[in-house]
């Protein structure tokens, strides 16, 4: 007995989805991208659902990766003509930096900020990058999740520990007493 839509559509599935094959042909020189388009096959029904658009996949909730990094070893993109000067004076705060910056500042304060970890601050908080700050968010969800960082990297891994465990630091204050603390406690 079905009892939903769902259990249908998996019955479904197999059936629709057209046999698997592949045409490969080596003498000649090696173009990666066309044999790689060359070899792929999309069945009818894949086809129609890229046609149309449907998502092949849930997208909800949002994730956001949130940097870690010490004092002044954030990650600075920019092209190789661009001026060296103007990228240096131009360069806008990560979203750790933000976090801290949130944490000082009233307004954000007034909304939350001090009782969220760094990991848990997209559920209420919204990362604009254009201008490189943290604002309330106003709708959706969204979840965190730092990068991983190697015990080997020292200083940074103990930073990424204190983010998961400290709520409401604004900046890397006493940073080296705290990263003595958690080295005791690891």
Request: charge should be positive; charged fraction near 15%; include cysteine.
């Given at each position: 007995m079905c009892a939903s839509v769902k259990a249908v559509k998996y019955i479904?599935?197999?059936?629709y989805k057209g046999p698997d094959r592949a045409t490969i042909q080596t003498d000649g020189p090696q173009d990666e991208i066309r044999s790689?388009?060359?070899?792929r096959y999309i069945s009818s029904t894949q086809a129609c659902h890229n046609i149309f658009e449907f998502p092949m996949h849930m997208e909800y909730p949002a994730v956001y990766r949130l940097p870690?990094?010490?004092p002044g070893q954030n990650t600075v993109v920019f092209r190789p003509e661009d001026d060296i000067e103007d990228v240096v004076n131009n360069v806008k705060d990560s979203p750790l930096l933000g976090w801290f910056k949130a944490n000082a500042d009233?307004?954000?304060?007034?909304?939350?900020?001090?009782?969220h970890l760094y990991q848990d601050f997209p559920k209420r908080f919204v990362w604009n990058r254009s201008r490189g700050k943290w604002k309330v968010r106003q709708r959706y969800q969204a979840i965190g999740r730092m990068y991983s960082i190697p015990v080997t990297a020292g200083e940074c891994f103990y930073l990424r520990v204190l983010l998961t465990?400290?709520?409401?630091?604004?900046?890397?204050?006493?940073?080296?007493?705290?990263?003595?603390?958690?080295?005791?406690?690891?």
């Open positions: 479904h599935k197999y059936i790689y388009l060359d070899a870690v990094h010490l009233p307004e954000l304060v007034a909304a939350g900020a001090h009782n465990t400290v709520k409401g630091m604004s900046y890397y204050i006493n940073f080296k007493l705290r990263v003595g603390l958690a080295c005791s406690l690891a």
